[in-house]
């Protein structure tokens, strides 16, 4: 059985920052590619930001240069630090993963962790 767990989410005024983390646990072998979705009441959720195993990184338009995503592959986990949020970046930040489990090849998520930005 595997997890992933985020955290680090949380309300802060505009302009600030936070630090989100995932952490996958349970029977894994191989994490591969790592990604944070967010999702916004009455929208779909969108791709945030993605990193490989080998941490080569995609980001979406909206949040280039204020976003980063990292991963520390002997941890399982991978970051989002966030950086001049926007009240728009309003959402429930979800964690992705593709790992080998076992034998298998699979896609996990989190269970999200509310970012609110707003005075």
């Known amino acids: 059985q595997v997890q992933l767990v985020e955290s680090g989410g949380g309300l802060v005024q505009p302009g600030g920052s936070l630090r989100l983390s995932c952490a996958a646990s349970?029977?894994?072998?191989?994490?591969?590619?790592m990604a944070w979705y967010r999702q916004a009441p009455g929208k779909q959720r969108e791709l945030v930001a993605s990193?490989?195993?080998?941490?080569?990184?995609n980001y979406a338009d909206f949040v280039k240069g204020r976003f980063t995503i990292s991963r520390d592959n002997a941890k399982n986990t991978v970051y989002l630090q966030t950086n001049n949020l926007k009240p728009e970046d309003t959402a429930v930040y979800y964690c992705?993963?593709?790992?080998?489990?076992?034998?298998?090849?699979?896609?996990?998520w989190g269970q999200g962790t509310q970012v609110t930005v707003s005075s």
């Open positions: 990193i490989t195993r080998a941490s080569g990184t």
């Open positions: 992705n993963a593709q790992m080998v489990v076992g034998s298998d090849y699979k896609v996990y």
């Open positions: 349970g029977n894994i072998f191989t994490i591969y590619t």
